[in-house]
């Protein structure tokens, strides 16, 4: 039986009370049928549909007039408000505002197109979800996930199982996101990798700002950049200016500086080479295959043209080299003119010596201690057997390094001085306290090889029976060889080790 258009809209017009009825706006055709449950209107040709400022376009529909609802096949277009959902069939449920939409599914937004085979909306919650799999292409990339759901009034999208985003400046790989496509952030809540221009990061859970390149990330997190990896149980990263603040079991490697850290918590500048090491952290440089170490409760590490790298250390300041070992509160190293500064009560050893004043320089040339620079309240010791030490003080000294220890010592200014003298046999002769202003005195293996005085000495040797107790150490002998370390983590406060 044919009904003319006339009579489809006097039918279509009839109204249910309570939820506003699907209406049938247009139909080449219309076959009516009548069940126990409903009444079925088929529709044929150039259908349009509408419910609640929706409109919908298809070949051909089963309208069910009791349940409110229809199934619509051929070419089915849904329109509101500019947004277009193409399929092949649809589901749709007028009286929950709800539908499903089946074979080539594509749903259009101003900026965004997505693509699948299965796709569920409810108008209700403003919700678009997926089980299937689905590609999503957006202005300045591409997304994909297995399942998904789109909010459509906060541009939220839950997105879960192999998760894809592809931007022009980004790529995001993990299991499980929400994404904001408006702000171009993503949060995520599994293993996750991100590939940018300049970074390649891996962490367990976090958020990334597309826009500005911004990350936070946690439960382990890696990152690969130009010669740099750092490693951190929790880490952000500024985008915009480059700063990088890592947490907990942190590591850093630089290869184009031949640096390596590894501390509870870094700040570090990756465009500026600057930054923090906090949390008594370690920092170790490799100079011409050795590596000198340094740690304190902090580190801060800068980088001009003028001074090249440079490194401050405060606090409990230890450092560890082949050639010595030395304390401070406080050290200065600039890489232009290769000196370390070190002042507040430093202490430096080198071999079986043992040097202290109110501040210490030592110039390093290539790459191994060259001489030292002892400035105020001076005091040498050297080990000359068990329990006895050459003793040297004075206002200023210099110091030379050799084969890494002290072999030479220049004195300006109230020389003092306590050997053990002995001959060619190695026999003890006596001990020697000598006073004079300025002197210079050879060293080997801790052992005074030669003494020569600059200014009249006022000195004597006594027999080594007449010479005890304190008469044996010159005003301000402190003995402190016990806290030489042997090893670069004995200096650490805690047992994480800078790898290999």
């Keep these: 039986m044919k009904w003319t258009f006339l009579t489809v809209l006097c039918i279509a017009s009839l109204a249910a009370f309570g939820q506003e ?21 088929r529709l044929l040709g150039n259908v349009i549909l509408s419910h609640d400022s929706v409109i919908m376009y298809c070949d051909s529909a089963h309208f069910y007039s009791k349940r409110n609802s229809f199934n619509a096949f051929g070419n089915v277009r849904m329109i509101r408000d500019g947004n277009t959902l193409y399929c092949d069939s649809l589901l749709y449920k007028g009286n929950k505002r709800s539908g499903r939409a089946m074979g080539e599914v594509r749903l259009v937004e101003e900026e965004m197109t997505m693509n699948t085979d299965l796709l569920f909306f409810s108008r209700n919650s403003k919700q678009v979800w997926y089980n299937s799999g689905a590609n999503i292409e957006q202005s300045e990339g591409h997304l994909y996930s297995k399942k998904g759901t789109y909010f459509t009034e906060q541009g939220l999208f839950h997105f879960s199982d192999s998760v894809r985003i592809k931007q022009e400046d980004y790529y995001i790989e993990t299991d499980s996101m929400h994404h904001w496509s408006d702000l171009e952030v993503s949060m995520f809540f599994g293993p996750t990798h991100i590939e940018t221009d300049s970074q390649d990061i891996v962490c367990g859970y976090g958020w990334f700002d597309g826009k500005t390149e911004s990350l936070r990330g946690g439960r382990g997190v890696v990152s690969r950049s130009q010669g740099r990896y750092l ?8 985008g915009v200016d480059g700063w990088i603040y890592a947490w907990q079991n942190v590591f850093l490697s630089d290869t184009n500086k031949n640096m390596r850290i590894s501390t509870p918590y870094l700040e570090f500048n990756e465009k500026e080479f600057k930054g923090k090491v906090g949390l008594n952290g370690m920092l170790a440089r490799l100079e011409e295959g050795d590596t000198a170490y340094l740690t304190a409760d902090i580190i801060l590490i800068g980088s001009t043209a003028e001074l090249g790298t440079s490194f401050w250390a405060y606090n409990d300041v230890r450092i560890f080299r082949v050639d010595f070992q030395a304390r401070c509160d406080s050290m200065v190293y600039h890489e232009s003119d290769s000196m370390i500064q070190m002042f ?24 191994a201690a060259d001489r030292i620079e002892l400035i105020d309240n001076c005091f040498v010791l050297s080990e000359d057997g068990p329990l006895q030490f050459n003793q040297l003080k004075g206002k200023y000294m210099l110091g030379f390094f050799r084969e890494n220890d002290i072999r030479k010592i220049l004195v300006y ?3 003092e001085s ?64 016990d806290e030489q370390p042997t090893d670069p983590y004995q200096m650490r406060k805690w047992p994480q080790q800078l790898e290999d």
Excluded at 346 to 367: C, G, H, K, M, R
Aim: aromatic fraction near 10%; hydrophobic fraction near 30%.
């Design 21 to 41: 009825q699907v209406k049938i706006e247009k139909a080449d055709e219309l076959k009516f049928k009548k069940t126990e449950t409903d009444q079925i209107q």
């Design 418 to 481: 306590i050997y053990y003298a002995r001959d060619e046999k190695q026999e003890l002769m006596g001990i020697n306290k000598v006073i004079c202003s300025d002197l210079t005195v050879w060293l080997k293996s801790g052992e005074v090889e030669q003494i020569q005085f600059q200014t009249k000495p006022d000195g004597t040797l006594f027999p080594e029976d007449q010479l005890t107790g304190p008469d044996r150490k010159l005003r301000g002998y402190e003995d402190r060889f």
């Design 413 to 415: 200014g109230n020389g």
């Design 231 to 238: 490693r951190s149980d929790s880490l952000y990263y500024d």
């Design 344 to 367: 507040e009560r430093p202490i430096l050893w080198s071999e079986s010596s043992q040097v202290t004043a109110d501040s210490i320089n030592v110039f390093i040339n290539d790459s």
